[in-house]
């Protein structure tokens, strides 16, 4: 599983990652972290708004920290 | 899970947010009627009395704090749970496709309700963009967005009343709605770096919005109270405690001599002096509360809030990655004058 948070740094961005970083260790899945931060790169998956998660290259959120229940259900393929 | 069962739960939830809602609502209402007394009473309790300079000092801290920090909370929930209505992603379905002029007005409007942070700028501006907003009104949103705040309004209104408060969200409109059309009568879409250009020419994925919750507003609310009075509660005390500590110590008419209405060089001083400082709007309200109280005149330090949210040096870094140094320097330039105006023209006719 490939899981990206997209963002350029910001104080949120970084609680989202751990965040997920957390449930996918509780859940204990085996996942790739990738934090996106070039803006080109971003805009690819043209999210407007970040922090933005992506999992498996589909955009899940953007804009906000999901709650714990959300991303989980998203990690089981929800 | 049982989908029965989850609605059951879901719809519990719910009660129990509108009852903590009423209840808090009631609290809020309650203290916020109480305040003179409770200023009262912490001066009765330090045995000053308001007849000293400290106790006077001392009594307007005590009251104005609680006021204001009040308020904010309040409002600031209140925006929390209303901005989930206004997601980027619709506020760009509502703007794509509007004439400038209507969509200047629409944009600028927007942009006070719309959650809205520097560091996403960037994908903001492209994202309009793309979905064929045009030029000047994505510029009308981007102006309004950070300088027409519930914070800076809120504060505003708790401090120097409700005339200022209004004067302030009507100017600022103003500027982001008629520099937003200036940018798009200049015609500026070549100076749009080559990388945003090739976006713009693609095709664009409808991206749906994801359904919320009213659980999920609510708690939307909540984060943003955290986030927003958590980090600006400081700036306040230091406003107030400036405003109160320098009611007494420094001359009425200190200020006026060198920002009062008639020093001409005033407002374009204020202006410039804003551009580098980079604060939000709670942080430049202890300023504001001090050059207000010792006479400088309000069109000049509304100028000198305005240039410091507005305009800051950060915030363009972030825009240069898109924008092309021409694009930034008439952005600055346009919204710049926009606000110089705004301060003669205050001073003016006050």
Known sequence: MLIKILGTGCAKCNRLEQLAKEIAAELKLTATFEHVTEMQDIMAYQVMSTPALVINEVVKSSGRIPSRGEIAGWLQGG | MNPNLTAASERSKLIQWLVGIAVAASIWLFAYNQLTAFADWVISLLGLSRQTRTGEALHFFFYDSPKVVLLLTGIVFIM???????????????????????????????????????????????????AGVPLGVTFSFLISAPMVNEVALVLLFGMFGWKVAALYLGLGLLVAIVAGMVIGKLKMERFLEDWVQKILGGQTAEHHGEQLTWVARFEAGVDHVKEIVGKVWPYILAGIALGAGIHGYVPEDFMASFMGKDVWWAVPAAVLLGVPMYTNAAGVIPIVEALIGKGAALGTVLAFMMSVIALSAPEMIILRKALKPTLIATFAGVVAIGILLVGYVFNWLL
């Open chain 2, 80 to 130: 929390g749970v209303i901005q989930t209505f206004f997601s980027p992603e619709r506020t760009r379905a509502m703007l794509s496709g509007k004439r400038e002029g209507v969509g200047n007005v629409l944009a600028a409007s927007l942009g006070i309700v719309t959650p809205f942070c520097s560091c996403s700028a960037v994908p903001l501006f492209i994202g309009f963009l793309s």
